[in-house]
């Protein structure tokens, strides 16, 4: 009945927006706060509107929900009537010593206007150092053109303390696409990746959103890439090989592959290899027969070169025949084609398992 409603109230919502945001605000369901949430992003001049009023409001529910949709609303705002609105209820919050937990919201607010920023990003940036929740990266990437050198410290100090945000921050971090930002952003991706290796798999996340950007982001991503590959933790060389070997958009092919080729010119680990070969596996639905052959041939072909690294690729390539659907078929359809160019790698009883999980009646030895 609530999806219902929702929908509903999502088709029709053109026809009284400011009633139906009070409406929504009055309910307290959850529904009721999606909705407010799509509105912030389809109708964000009405969301203003709410939001002014809510921060005039004498209820403090109103009040936080001004903090919170005024946030949602504030990146798809287009209009200077909107901005200023949105300027004018965070001032109204500021001017409430009451309500310092909503303040960080507020100048967050006040960052993101570029009539306001100047005066309030000290304060801003003093809170997201703290922790303050309601201060997010995005909002002081904003002032990142104007007031790099303070913004960029925050950022840096952010990462540097242990915390949940490391991934926001990074995920927000990604976008800044002007290259000398861009180039400085990646300096500071190095250097909290090298403090802190357990943030390996934020620092991929955020390579990964970079590759999808195209060849726009070679010259960033070639020098932190290469050199993390080259002299990088374990833990940090295992993230970025699940993400480079991974199938990816269309966009990101190119850079992809080139960066695929510097780790397999250079990485010997048994770990990342046994990485590589994962990804490969889990990615051969998207990525295609030939591209996921080439890349469990060459792990193995690395793999093989001790004994240890080959028993760890006879027990991933089974492993993965058993947890990966179609994986075992694909690579007994390998085997069976090439033998000779399989017999240094797979060894006679993988190749019998391999045979039994394909359910092929001989994989040739």
């Known amino acids: 009945m609530a999806t219902a409603a929702q929908a509903l109230l999502h088709t029709h919502r053109r026809r009284a927006l400011d009633d139906l945001t009070e409406a929504l605000a009055d309910s307290a369901h959850r529904r009721g706060d999606e909705l407010l949430a799509v509105l912030a992003e389809e109708e964000p001049s009405a969301v203003c509107r709410a939001v002014d ?3 005039h409001d004498e209820r403090p529910a109103r009040r936080v929900a001004a903090v919170a949709y005024g946030l949602r609303a504030a990146p798809h705002v287009r209009t200077e009537d909107g901005r200023e609105l949105l300027r004018y209820a965070a001032l109204a919050l500021l001017a409430r010593p009451a309500d310092c937990t909503l303040h960080g919201g507020a100048l967050a607010l006040l960052v993101r206007d570029p009539r306001t920023r100047s005066r309030h990003l000290p304060q801003a940036l003093a809170r997201f150092g703290e922790g303050d929740p309601q201060v997010p990266a995005s909002a002081l990437a904003t002032a990142l053109a104007s007031h790099p050198e303070p913004v960029l410290e925050a950022f840096q100090a952010r990462l540097r303390r242990p915390g949940p945000d490391v991934g926001e921050v990074l995920r927000t971090l990604a976008d800044v696409t002007t290259p000398a ?185």
């Open 53 to 55: 009023r809510w921060a």
């Open 181 to 365: 930002l861009a180039r400085r952003v990646a300096t500071l991706v190095r250097e909290v990746v090298e403090l802190r290796p357990e943030t390996a798999d934020h620092v991929a996340a955020y390579v990964e959103r970079r590759l999808e950007q195209g060849l726009a982001s070679r010259a960033v991503l070639l020098p932190l890439v290469g050199g993390l590959l080259d002299g990088g933790p374990p833990e940090v060389r295992v993230a970025l090989t699940t993400v480079l070997a991974a199938p990816g958009g269309a966009e990101s092919g190119p850079l992809r592959h080139e960066l695929l080729g510097l780790l397999l010119g250079r990485e010997r680990d048994p770990a990342v290899l046994v990485a590589l070969l994962c990804a490969a596996a889990d990615g051969a639905r998207h990525s295609g027969e030939q591209h996921t052959r080439e890349l469990v041939r060459r792990a193995g072909l690395l793999l093989v070169r001790t004994p240890d690294g080959a028993t760890r690729f006879d027990q991933a390539l089974v492993e993965l025949g058993r947890r990966v659907p179609g994986f075992a078929p694909l690579v007994a359809r390998w085997l069976t084609r090439e033998p000779e160019a399989w017999a240094a790698v797979v060894g006679p009883s993988t190749r019998r398992m391999i045979e039994n999980l394909a359910g092929v009646v001989r994989v040739p030895a």
